[in-house]
């Protein structure tokens, strides 16, 4: 094939990747980053990021004290099991690790974060339904995910607000990282749309003559 049909092919592929790329840019909710703590498996880290990826939260924690992932995020996108799991979200979606559940919310609270941790069990001084929460009181919201195993830390439950639980209905105790994290951060991303959509920053910040759409329109969506 000529060289400029190659790159022709190439040229059109990015325009229409920077193309998505601005489509999304208004439904992204900004500030709002899902923290992964002590994954087993890091096969979980990806599936979590497609989800973050999927649904327009913003950034991706992960408490990795193993140190089964590099320091930094360009790195990350060349892993193998983080690239195959995410089907190349981790390209998108912003990665960072942390040594400590204390390391990651420090980082967290010098920079104006609230968290949530998340548990299908009743923890700490406030526990709630998913649906019952606000999740827009706060400008800055981190959530928390917890081991396949072990669940959330109670060190996470004693730095948290709240902790939010998905109602449960069967006869097994809890849902696995990838499903939870679907469930929540849909919820919770859903709301801030909201939110957003109606004021420009913060809560109580001045509200928009109109407000803006919370999902994309069905042509914009399938380009
Ligand atoms: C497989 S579960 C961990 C089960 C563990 N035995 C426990 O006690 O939490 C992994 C993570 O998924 C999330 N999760 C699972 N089911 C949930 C539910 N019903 N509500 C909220 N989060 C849930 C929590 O973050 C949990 O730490």
Redesign the pocket.
Known sequence: MPLDRVDGGTEKVKSSVRKRADAIKPFICKNLVAVI?APSDVRNIGTVIRNVNALGCEKVYVVDPATALPDEWHQMREERALTRTSVSAVKWSFVKRFDSTDDCFDHLEVNNFHSV?????IKGQKSIW?HEGDFTEHSKLAV?????????SSRAVERSDA??????FGMI?????A???G??LYEITKQRRAYQSVYRKGRGRSKRSEPLPTVMNREDAQK
């Open positions: 703590e941790v998340t548990s299908p069990h998913l928390w995910f917890g081991n396949e195993k072990r669940g959330i902790c939010v639980s998905i109602p449960m105790e809890s849902l696995n990282l499903t939870s994290s469930i929540v």
